[in-house]
T-cell receptor, first 112, second 114 residues
Framework: DQQVKQNSPSLSVQEGRISILNCDYT??????FLWYKKYPAEGPTFLIS?????DKNEDGRFTVFLNKSAKHLSLHIVPSQPGDSAVYFC???????????FGQGTRLTINP | SQTIHQWPATLVQPVGSPLSLECTVE??????LYWYRQAAGRGLQLLFY??????ISSEVPQNLSASRPQDRQFILSSKKLLLSDSGFYLC?????????????FGPGTRLTVT
């Protein structure tokens, strides 16, 4: 039972354009969502998060949008840079839980 | 600041051999600790987590085990490795019992079982 899904295994975007990574979840109890970035042979690094009381959170070039009614969140990267090429994981959690539920990841490639 | 260490960075082991991977965290007390595995081309699978010394929760049945002998030390073990145990093993920590949900990952261990 995949509670957090990233349906696009890969995405290719031209440098300078917007990258949009999508994530869907099924558990309505989730109230906190996170995005991680992972380079090959390294551990994931925390990127940005959003609480369910918000519908948008912005940090520099990165913005996360949350649509609770659709159980959908997205990560926007503007403008995309070559260093953004990595695998991006979304994750979800709920109040009181001690663990995160991760999606399968989306490999983002930024083309020059 | 907090740092998390994992070793070894890479490991090649024959089928049937034992395994011990170690993870330590510095700069924090009473963390939650986690072991994940990323198989080739796959997502992050939570294997074990611990909310305190000696407290281990297992997420998937397998031939791996975990132990937490000290507050900031988390060990992943196996008595006999299988080919399917190959993968990238990640340790992570988070604030215990927090409203903060972020987990912070170590550099990982690449395990190849031959």
């Amino acid at each position: 039972d995949q509670q957090v899904k990233q349906n696009s295994p890969s995405l290719s975007v031209q440098e300078g354009r917007i990258s949009i990574l999508n994530c869907d979840y099924t558990n309505s109890m989730f109230d906190y969502f996170l995005w991680y970035k992972k380079y090959p042979a390294e551990g994931p690094t925390f990127l940005i998060s959003i609480s369910s009381i918000k519908d948008k959170n912005e940090d520099g070039r990165f913005t996360v949008f949350l649509n609770k009614s659709a159980k959908h969140l997205s990560l926007h990267i503007v403008p995309s840079q070559p260093g953004d090429s990595a695998v991006y994981f979304c994750a979800a959690s709920r109040q009181g839980a001690q663990k995160l539920v991760f999606g399968q990841g989306t490999r983002l490639t930024i083309n020059p | 600041s907090q740092t998390i260490h994992q070793w070894p960075a890479t490991l090649v082991q024959p089928v049937g051999s034992p395994l011990s991977l170690e993870c330590t965290v510095e700069g924090t007390s009473n963390p939650n600790l986690y072991w994940y595995r990323q198989a080739a081309g796959r997502g992050l699978q939570l294997l074990f987590y611990s909310v305190g010394i000696g407290q281990i929760s297992s997420e998937v049945p397998q031939n791996l085990s975990a132990s937490r002998p000290q507050d900031r030390q988390f060990i992943l073990s196996s008595k006999k490795l299988l080919l399917s145990d190959s993968g990238f093993y990640l340790c992570a920590w988070s604030v215990l019992a927090g409203v903060i949900h972020e987990q912070y990952f170590g550099p990982g261990t690449r395990l190849t079982v031959t």
